[in-house]
T-cell receptor, first 114, second 112 residues
Framework: GQQLNQSPQSMFIQEGEDVSMNCTSSSIFNTWLWYKQEPGEGPVLLIALYKAGELTSNGRLTAQFGITRKDSFLNISASIPSDVGIYFCAGQAYRGSTLGRLYFGRGTQLTVWP | NAGVTQTPKFQVLKTGQSMTLQCAQDMNHNSMYWYRQDPGMGLRLIYYSASEGTTDKGEVPNGYNVSRLNKREFSLRLESAAPSQTSVYFC???????????FGQGTRLTVV
């Protein structure tokens, strides 16, 4: 199946710092999604990207769909303690097709120290 | 706003027992999915259903069966549980464009 490489695997930062994480794939994707998972909960969608080069923000979060269509980036500015969680990237190769399943990265565990 | 509802939330099984995990969505979505999440492994697709009446295997289908009972409900069955099936199971659904999957809160299953 498709391989998504998400990095870094974990991050330990201080409150107020900016965070960057990225995801790369071995194949071209038409859709990139970023999810956050808090302890004991299911993943929650943060940002969806549909076009190469697209840059989308959601509050302090900004995500970009890479030009090559094989990567995506998520930035969190001015981190706060409630940003703690696991962030997953997900990609879909065949948007609109019944075979358009999502492939997930292994996640970035974010810890924010006050 | 129920979204995707999974039952039960927690379950302990003995090796060899069977059980069915239930999932229902109220968003009128066509596609539904079952994932398992293990530490450091991300989310791995077990089975998915692109529409009512169809099901397909994902990455890790062995030891599982599914039923798309109707448009709302998608169940996952373990016929003979094994310790390797200890995991957190998530159900998800997505709309017509098959993007933006929405997840339930998960079922934490332990097989002893």
């Amino acid at each position: 199946g498709q391989q998504l490489n998400q990095s870094p695997q974990s991050m330990f930062i201080q409150e107020g710092e900016d965070v960057s994480m990225n995801c790369t794939s071995s194949s071209i994707f038409n859709t990139w999604l970023w999810y956050k998972q808090e302890p004991g909960e299911g993943p929650v969608l943060l940002i969806a990207l549909y076009k190469a080069g697209e840059l989308t923000s959601n509050g302090r979060l900004t995500a970009q769909f890479g030009i090559t269509r094989k990567d995506s980036f998520l930035n969190i500015s001015a981190s706060i303690p409630s940003d703690v969680g696991i962030y997953f990237c997900a990609g879909q190769a065949y948007r609109g097709s019944t075979l358009g399943r999502l492939y997930f990265g292994r996640g970035t565990q974010l810890t924010v120290w006050p | 706003n129920a979204g995707v509802t999974q039952t039960p939330k927690f379950q302990v099984l003995k090796t060899g027992q069977s059980m069915t995990l239930q999932c229902a969505q109220d968003m009128n979505h066509n596609s539904m999915y079952w994932y398992r999440q293990d530490p450091g492994m991300g989310l791995r697709l077990i089975y998915y259903s692109a529409s009512e009446g169809t099901t397909d295997k994902g990455e890790v289908p062995n030891g599982y069966n599914v039923s798309r009972l109707n448009k709302r409900e998608f169940s996952l069955r373990l016929e003979s549980a094994a310790p390797s099936q200890t995991s957190v199971y998530f159900c998800a659904s997505s709309g017509r464009t098959n993007t933006e999957a929405f997840f339930g809160q998960g079922t934490r299953l332990t097989v002893v």
